[in-house]
Structures are given as C-alpha cells and as structure tokens.
C-alpha cells in the first residue's frame, strides 16, 4: 500500500494547519499513525479513496455524518437542484418553512425549532435557551460529549474554558444515591445523551424526566448522533419520552452542515439570542430532506435489524476486541490498547478502513456485513496466534470523556 503523497500532505500540513486537520478526530495520530492514510481523496457509497488511490471500505462514515451513503445520488441531485436558484439570500427562503414542517412530522414533539450548523452550536443554543427561561445557571451533564463550545467543555481538555463558567458538571445518576452539588432551584437544565440502550435506560430516561419535572429544570436530549439512527428515529421517540428541548446533527444532512435545536413552545419562544448568518443556508436544508425522504421507517428499521445481527457476531469472535453501543453505532475497544491497534492495523491491510467510531449506513448491506465479520474473525485469530508486530504508533486519546 503507497502512501508517498498522504505523507507529504501532511508534512505540509503540518506547517500550515493548526492540529494538523481541521478536525481533532480526523488527525493523523487519532489512528495507527505511520500505517494509515492521512488524506482522502473521494468516496461513493462505503468506499473510500485516498489520496494515493487506495480503495477501503469504510465503517467511520464520515464521523457519523454519513447514513445513506458517500456521494448519494439523490442528496447531490437535491443539492443541485437548489444551488440553481442559490443557497443564502437577504431574506428567508421558502424551503426554511418546509423544512420545519418536514422535520416536525419525523419528530412531532419538537413544536419549534432553529436551523444551525453543528452540533456544538446546536447544544450550545439549548443551554442558553434553557437558562434564559428558568433564569438559573447551573446545568449538569448526565452522559455524554456535548460538543467544545465553552458551556459543554467540563472535562479535560477545557484548555481556555474559564474556571467561572465550567458549570456543567458530570453526574453518573442523578436520581439514584448520587449526590447533586447543587440546590435543585440553581439547575436550569440537564443534557443527557440518552444511548445507554440496556434494559434499564427507559427507565433511567423516565426517572430523570420526572425529576425534572419536579423541580423545573429543562431536560435536554443531546440526539445529534442518534437523530436518525435509532428506531422511530430518536430515542424521545421510540421510547415516548418527550425532552424540554432536543439537539439533531450529523446524519440528518449526509455530510452536509445541519443541526437542529428545537422543543417546546414556551422555551423556543422565549427572550433568549440565538442567531447565525449561516443557519438559513439552504442547500443543507434540501440535503436533509432528501434524507428524510429516503430514510423511510422500513429502511431504518432494516439497517436496525442487520447491524444488531453484525454486532452480535462480531463480539462473539473473541474476548479480546468487542465493539460496544447500538446497532447502528458502536465504538471498537480492545482489552488492551495495542490489541485495538493490530486489529486496525490488520484490517486496513484487507481493505478496512476503521476507527474509534463504527457507523453504519445504509450501504452497508447484509452480504457486505457478512464479508466484514469472516474478516475480523480471520484477522482476530492471526493476532491472537502472536507475531503480529504493530507497524505505527498507537492511537491517542483526543478527548477524555
């Protein structure tokens, strides 16, 4: 496998880009460094092409951005269509109101909402229209990363978050035993990831909506990686659990920039500012559309169904490398960091492209799952045998979460 020109692209990346990419979890170290591609050059459907003209099957999906597929035809075709008559104008355009009402039919219990760009601006907004409403400050973090806007950096690395404004603060449960460091009447709100799909997170989820209710926080369901990807197409949803205000993103627009904030009436129109000269960009918005278009019930349900049966087979391969999460997303950890590392390593060398993160799409089909898990199986098993050296470095932690 050649890689000449992805490592002189980032040799000069290197002197002209901070962090190298403009995206932390996109960095060369964040993967077998020395071994994989550090530079795309296209994809279609789920293979991806470096620079250097090697071809992989890629599992990362563009962070999660990607649900129907690299390149879809029709998303590029909507795209098309739009940019004929232009993307951002000096007034609203008509496709912002289609838009909502599209979006509120897929998620009814979002009366309003606002059109953003990315997910941490989408949270970002959610907490300042949760404490403008409730007039408090404080907010706690029940799981989850939620983005690197100021409001959401509690953790390490908060490098330049002032010590002042690191309110929100990670709570395991706040419900059963755990203690909360602050008078229920201070907490404007709690934001959750609502992804911990065992037998007990439909309670959990009921228990916090009730102690929010209690108490007058707003609850906040951080949906911008399950916003699609779950059945009923977000966890407020399938599990009939309304949230006070939601956040989507990701793959709503199949790699275009989109994120949605949005809940009930009374917060979302109250005196808060949230405003960007980007948020009525429109050849997103017709992008995410077509999403909704093609992501039908029958569709997700069917992409639900096979990645549960891949996850179920993959983590049955061996006691060494599982792949933890949900159908449809999982994050692949080994027992120990260098096992992780050989089992990508391997499997990039058998046309795989992996990382932290394991999407699907609906690209990946049965027949392409079934081909994955013979893979794994083989690669796992020579790893497992010795004498597989690591050829890089190991991945590095980007966020501690």
Known sequence: MKLEKSKKLLSKANNCIAGQTMTMSKRADQFVA???????????????????????????????????GYNHPGVNRAIKKQLESGSLFSLPHRLEVKFAEEFQRHFPYVEKLKVLKTGSEAVSAAIRIARTYTGRDNVLSCAGYHGWHDCAMHKPPA?????????????VHPIEGT?????????????VEPVMLDQGTKQWLQALREYCDENGIVLIFDEIITGMRVPGYSIANWFNITPDLSCFGKAMGNGMPIAVVGGKRELMDSDYF?????????????????????????ELNALWMRGGDALHKFNRISKHI????????????????????????????????????????????????????????????????????????????????
């Open 179 to 191: 203690k909360i460091p602050f008078e229920p009447n201070t907490i404007a709100a709690i934001i």
């Open 274 to 298: 949230v405003s960007s000269t980007y948020g009525g960009e429109v050849l997103s918005m017709a992008a995410a559309l077509e999403v909704f278009r093609v992501m039908t019930p029958a």
């Open 322 to 401: 599982k792949i933890r999460g949900y159908n449809t997303r999982g994050q692949i950890e080994g027992d120990t960091e260098l096992f992780r590392a050989l089992f990508w390593q391997e499997m990039l060398k058998e046309g795989w492209l992996l990382g932290k993160a394991w999407f699907l799409t609906l690209e990946h089909d049965e027949d392409l799952l079934t081909i994955f898990i013979d893979c794994s199986t083989k690669v796992i098993r020579r790893i497992e045998a010795g004498g597989v050296q690591l050829e890089g470095s190991i991945p590095k932690e980007a966020i501690k979460r």
């Open 34 to 68: 020395g071994v994989y591609p550090a530079y795309v050059e296209s994809a279609k459907g789920f293979v991806i092409v470096d620079v250097d003209g090697n071809h992989f099957v890629d599992f990362m999906s563009g962070l999660g951005t990607i649900i129907l």
């Open 159 to 171: 490098n330049g978050v002032p010590m002042a404004i690191r309110r929100m603060i990670d709570l």
